[in-house]
């Protein structure tokens, strides 16, 4: 687990408010939970609680599991209401089941090898109730492997900061359309430097015919894509017991 999400979590969730549309992502997947009749969900990725709030509020029986102790220490704060677990999804184990799952902030992509992929869908079949719902979104590899490395730049600001993302980007392939993803994080106030610091990552790719593979192998039948730019969303519904 990178920096990003542990000593520097407040720093992610602060970054974040204007990076990523909460709001939109919402309601992306109230549309699917409502059109499939789910009200007891769990959010697997969930972070420092900003959809959460959403859902909660919403009046979902809301569960979120995140493998930070950090992210989720501020997801209480943000969304007291909300029950939040610390775990792994590659391991997962509930004592619950699920009208639906989501793994939500592209953290499908930290699935690098193909057994964690498909540890993770198994065990998010035995955590759905039959015909139960998982989405999920995952960078799309037909639209963003190249063969030349790619440099980003994205700036944010909140409650008188200003973040600046530097990220570059590199050919992996290890492990499935992998890459090296190494970003410099800069925080000013009042147009005064506070804080520098690095972060790396390695980051998986899919295409759409290797996740329906993956789908089927863990007792998954296909419901949608949903192309969003750079991404996909991912609506699958359990159709055997593993």
Not at 42 to 60: D, H, M, P, Q
Not at 90 to 113: C, K, P
Not at 212 to 222: V, W
Request: hydrophobic share 40%.
């Amino acid at each position: 687990m990178t920096i990003l999400y542990t000593k520097l979590a407040y720093l992610y969730h602060e970054m974040y408010q204007n990076l990523f549309d909460y709001q939109k992502d919402f309601e992306c997947y109230h549309q699917r939970l409502q059109q499939y009749g789910c009200r007891s969900i769990l959010e697997i990725g969930c972070g420092s609680g900003n959809l959460a709030a959403y859902f909660v509020a919403n009046g979902y029986a809301y569960q979120g599991l995140d493998a930070s102790p950090d992210m989720l220490e501020i997801a209480r704060e943000i969304e007291p209401a909300a029950t939040y677990i610390l775990g792994d999804m590659r391991s997962l184990e509930m004592a619950d089941e699920f009208d639906a799952i989501l793994i939500t902030g592209r953290s499908f992509s930290y699935l690098n090898t193909n057994w964690d992929v498909l540890n993770t869908l198994k065990g998010i079949n035995r955590a759905l109730h039959p015909e139960g719902l998982l989405c999920f979104d995952n960078f799309n590899a037909d639209k963003i492997i190249h063969p030349e490395p790619k440099v980003f730049e994205q700036t944010s600001s909140f409650k008188g900061k200003t973040f600046q993302r530097i990220s570059s980007k590199t050919l992996n392939l290890d492990h499935g359309w992998t890459e090296n993803w190494t970003a410099k994080y800069l925080v000013s106030e009042e147009g005064k430097p506070t804080q520098e610091f690095d972060d790396i990552s390695i980051l998986r790719s899919f295409t759409k015919d290797e996740l329906t593979i993956f789908l089927r192998l863990a007792g998954f039948g296909m419901e949608e894509w949903i192309d969003q730019e750079s991404i996909f969303l991912t609506v699958a519904k359990k159709i055997n017991d593993l």
